[in-house]
């Protein structure tokens, strides 16, 4: 493929930038790959796996020269960050973001972009439970949404050159306001993390079924709320915090959903039970047929491969 940027600043280095380096090099498309880490320990690994070409102690010495900017920091941490290179970017260049939040990005970095530079806040529906630089890897975003949520008065230039390095990763674009990319994650991301995080919470807190049981008896179900819960704790800290609004309007709509099963169970309405879980499996074949997901048995995972009797 062709080179699409000459110079890439990665702002933050775990599994969002450290898998676009990895697709960035492997098609070629840009130039040049830099990037900064608070932690010695990270920036000196980035430099060792070779996703970046060279690595920075700040970020203002990172985004020198850079035709793109990508801030893969917490969403908490963003003004600062934006803070500190706003007065180094180059003229021309785009500033974006991966961070699950919009609306509070858009006025945590917005204010700091200088007039001769465009900032397009973006958002991938991609990612793992790990975390770091080790974690990324080439195919991460490939039929993965990526959101973009550009101002009205974008630069369409930029935003067509941004758009087409996600797209040369293999992603699939699209774009919407801030505010209801917030709504839609809340939905589909936010509220489903915490839900898991109270799960796991709750088995950890009965007292009469000792974390041996819970842990060797894992079903299916409960197992992947530890997946889920197993996420970056600052990253969804600062998700939580940002996207309050939103997360408190799906968690309403969720317990007044939860009030109705309860109710169906205590009378014993079977018809009523069936018929929600009817409809709430189709939306499981909907996320299979827009390719979002696998039908394979058990989400795809093949089961761990049983060692002979004897072997260690």
């Known amino acids: 493929m062709t080179q699409i940027y000459r110079r890439v600043a990665l702002i933050g280095l775990g599994l969002i930038a450290s898998s676009m380096a990895h697709a960035m090099r492997a098609n070629g498309l840009a130039g040049e790959i830099v990037g900064?880490?608070?932690?010695?320990?990270?920036?000196?690994?980035?430099?060792?796996?070779?996703?970046?070409?060279?690595?920075?102690?700040?970020?203002?010495?990172?985004?020198?020269?850079?035709?793109?900017?990508?801030?893969?920091?917490?969403?908490?941490?963003?003004?600062a960050i934006a803070a500190e290179i706003g007065p180094h970017l180059?003229?021309?260049?785009?500033?974006?973001?991966?961070?699950?939040?919009?609306?509070?990005?858009v006025e945590a970095v917005a204010p700091h972009i200088p007039e001769n530079a465009v900032f397009i806040p973006g958002h991938p529906m991609a990612g793992t439970e790990y975390s770091g630089p080790r974690s990324g890897f080439a195919t991460l975003f490939v039929n993965r949404w990526w959101l973009l949520t550009p101002a009205a008065d974008t630069d369409p230039v930029a935003l067509a050159r941004l758009e087409s390095l996600l797209k040369a990763m293999g992603a699939k674009v699209n774009q919407m306001d801030p505010a209801h990319h917030d709504q839609v994650l809340a939905v589909v991301s936010h509220t489903p993390h915490l839900i898991a995080y109270t799960m796991v919470g709750v088995a950890d807190h009965l007292a009469q079924v000792s974390n041996s049981e819970v842990i060797e008896y894992s079903a299916s179900g409960f197992r992947d709320f530890t997946r889920i819960a197993a996420s970056d704790p600052t990253m969804w800290r600062d998700v939580f915090l940002t996207n309050k609004d939103a997360v408190l309007d799906i968690l309403g709509r969720f317990a007044e959903e939860l009030f109705v099963l309860q109710r169906a169970i205590r009378m014993g309405d079977g018809d009523h039970l069936f018929d929600y879980f009817t409809r709430t499996r189709a939306i499981r074949r909907g996320i299979i047929e827009a390719?979002?997901?696998?039908?394979?048995?058990?989400?795809?995972r093949a089961p761990a491969p049983v060692k002979p009797a004897g072997q260690a």
Request: aromatic share 2%; with cysteine.
């Open 291 to 300: 390719g979002q997901d696998t039908s394979a048995p058990d989400f795809g």
């Open 90 to 105: 180059a003229p021309g260049c785009t500033v974006t973001d991966v961070g699950s939040v919009k609306q509070a990005v």
């Open 36 to 79: 900064h880490a608070k932690s010695a320990e990270t920036r000196a690994t980035a430099l060792e796996i070779g996703i970046c070409d060279q690595v920075f102690a700040s970020a203002a010495e990172a985004v020198q020269g850079a035709d793109l900017v990508v801030l893969a920091v917490p969403v908490g941490a963003m003004a």
